[in-house]
């Protein structure tokens, strides 16, 4: 059975990007076939406005964020489609990542970051501290967009070739380590 990789668009803007490099990049991995994509964005999903009502620890979510926290605890791996909005990562993302805890633990993360000229890297490095504190993974291998604009023809293609060789990259080593951690989980309970 193949892992499950959850793609997670985190702009929620109405005017974005976000979709044409999540589009790009999930029929990459489709067509590599190495896991089974499940498409997450963030501007169709259904989170409490307020984490108030639960502790996310707690693993006791409202009706509103349990099927988030099902789709989240179901993946083995992730990729977070971010831009960069001055220097940092999007509140959607924020609070998305917030709102659930445990279903993020122990499993690889890869981000695709996209921007202006530093192609979302500031927002890439932020959110490496967040995975931390949530025990994810954060791989080595990215795929950055800078000037995004122009990375995509009028049918949503990439104009530079070596966008789809860090893809593959990053599905490599995705790959590894979702096989990896998922064995460990199943085999070695984490002693923390």
């Given at each position: ?185 199943a085999t070695t309970p984490f002693p923390l």
């Amino acid at each position: 059975m193949k892992p499950t990789l959850a793609v997670i668009v985190a702009s929620t803007r109405n005017e974005r990007i976000g979709t044409t490099v999540a589009d790009w990049f999930v029929a990459r991995a489709t067509a590599d076939d190495r896991f089974d994509v499940d498409l997450i964005d963030l501007r169709e999903t259904t989170l409490d406005e307020r984490i108030s009502d639960h502790h996310p620890r707690s693993g006791v979510y409202s009706p509103e964020v349990t099927a988030f926290a099902e789709r989240i605890a179901a993946a083995d791996a992730f990729v977070i489609i971010t831009p960069e909005y001055n220097h940092g990562y999007p509140s959607s993302l924020k609070h998305a990542l917030d709102s659930v805890s445990k279903e993020w633990n122990l499993k690889p993360v890869a981000i695709v970051s996209y921007g202006g000229i530093s192609g979302g890297l500031r927002a890439a490095e932020q959110l490496k501290a967040v995975f931390g504190e949530l025990r994810m993974h954060d791989i080595r291998e990215a795929v950055v967009l800078p000037m995004v604009f122009g990375k995509f023809d009028d049918e949503g293609n990439p104009t530079d070739p070596t966008m789809n060789d860090a893809a593959t990259n990053v599905l490599t080593e995705l790959e590894w380590w979702a096989q990896a951690l998922s064995t460990a989980r199943a085999t070695t309970p984490f002693p923390l």
